[in-house]
């Protein structure tokens, strides 16, 4: 089974930039691919980035060109570096895996932009 931990959320001012880390443990060699969703308030759970085994990213329309996803070298850890951020941007963030077994959540971490 594969666990997975979100950190590096906080509060920020537009413009900042923010990184978080999807730490994931277990049988990692299960995982096909890792995603990052968001869920503002009022707002329905979205999909943000999806990276897939073979390395191809694919973006929301809402952050592309400001967020990149990378994976840590030892290939458990996955980052999302966030630039320029809005107060849209404002959410909790998950990290989730699709795996052998199925899709799992992390807990999600608190993002907030705000002046």
């Known amino acids: 089974q594969v666990q997975l931990v979100e950190s590096g959320g906080g509060l920020v001012q537009p413009g900042e930039s923010l990184r978080l880390s999807c730490a994931a443990s277990?049988?990692?060699?299960?995982?096909?691919?890792m995603y990052w969703y968001r869920q503002g308030p009022g707002k329905e759970r979205e999909l943000v980035a999806v990276i897939n085994s073979r390395g191809t990213t694919t973006w929301a329309d809402s952050v592309k060109g400001r967020f990149t996803m990378s994976v840590g070298t030892a290939k458990n850890t996955v980052y999302l570096q966030m630039n320029s951020l809005k107060p849209e941007d404002t959410a909790i963030y998950y990290c989730a895996a699709n795996t052998a077994t199925g899709f799992l959540w992390g807990q999600g971490t608190q993002v907030t932009v705000s002046s």
């Open positions: 277990g049988s990692i060699s299960s995982v096909n691919a």
